[in-house]
């Protein structure tokens, strides 16, 4: 892979990059024709990356389905589908990891502490591999995105980085690998957080300020349906990812529920009327 993005940059060729762990839908497919359009060439890899996942979490039984995400990728116009082994990218005696201070002491990083430092850590790897000029992530991960973004400036990698809208399903769920989980009796606990959060949208378009009066009602309206267990449901700066109490600039509401026992997580820019 590293000799390949070699030549290729020796050949002037732009190199564009989609990181996943497969099992693709829409979201994914919608990267990759981005991908398509900002590289001379496109890789995605597709890696279930052992780090990023907690004891207890989904890693043994996350959806896999290599035949199929092989002839989607190729549809999408990718040049190279990346599957590295596990071993090969963490191999005997590897003990090297990127973390980082404050952002993963948010949202998601509180449940799962190793979540942001897997992702840092296998996120430089393939960059180091795979040489792209341009990698492209989803907005639905926003942590994540966050996440990277700081860490692509703070090591000085010369890297754009790209983030793409949340693609969603016609009633509204953020399409993710995950959804595979859920059963039709789940799908309208699994919609609420979607609607919680255009409703608080539209609160805070029209005049809504208080971030406290703001959660209430998406807590209202999420725990009301049966089978859901809210992990945070939170407003926040859209850079640090801390608190907001008040909404006087655009924030980001983001959200983790669990609907039975699948995770899900979604999020949504606020923009007060005077900043809309
Ligand atoms: P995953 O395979 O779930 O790790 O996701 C790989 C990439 O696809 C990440 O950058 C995700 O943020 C992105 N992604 C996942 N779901 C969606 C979605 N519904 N819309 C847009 N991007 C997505």
Redesign the pocket.
């Known amino acids: 892979m590293q000799a390949w993005a070699e030549a290729q940059r020796l050949k002037k060729r732009k190199i564009a990059f ?11 497919l ?2 990759m024709a981005k991908g398509r359009q900002l590289g001379d060439e496109l890789v995605v890899s597709l890696f279930v990356n052992p780090t990023q996942f907690g004891p207890g979490e989904d890693f043994e039984t996350y959806p896999r389905d290599t035949k199929k995400d092989l002839k989607l990728a190729q549809e999408a116009g990718a040049d190279v589908l990346f599957m590295p082994e596990a071993p090969t990218l963490y191999p005997d005696g590897f003990q090297t990891f990127v973390n980082l201070n404050d952002l993963p002491q948010h949202l998601c990083g509180l449940s799962r502490p190793r979540f942001l430092q897997g992702v840092a850590t296998v996120v430089t790897k393939l960059f180091n591999i795979v040489k792209p000029h341009v990698a ?6 926003y942590q ?2 966050a996440v990277i973004r700081r860490m692509v400036k703070d090591l000085n990698l010369d890297i754009d980085i790209i983030g ?5 399903e016609p009633d509204g769920l ?5 959804n595979a989980y859920l059963t039709p009796d789940q799908r309208t606990p699994a919609t609420s957080l979607f609607l919680a959060l255009t409703k608080a949208k539209e609160r805070v378009a029209t005049g809504e300020k208080d971030a406290g009066r703001v959660i209430a009602a998406a807590t209202e309206a999420i725990s009301s349906h049966p089978g859901t267990a809210i992990d945070y449901i939170t407003i926040c700066d859209p850079d640090t990812l801390e608190d907001k109490k008040y909404i006087e600039q655009p924030v980001i509401m983001a959200i983790a529920v669990k609907v039975g026992q699948t995770r899900l997580i979604d999020n949504m820019c606020l923009m007060p009327p005077e900043t809309a």
């Not at 989609?18 to 994914?28: I, N």
């Not at 492209?136 to 991960?141: E, L, P």
């Open positions: 989609v990181p996943t762990m497969g099992y693709f839908h829409q979201g994914h919608t990267l492209i992530f989803g907005k639905k991960d994540q995105l793409a809208e949340t693609i969603r953020a399409m993710s690998s995950r």
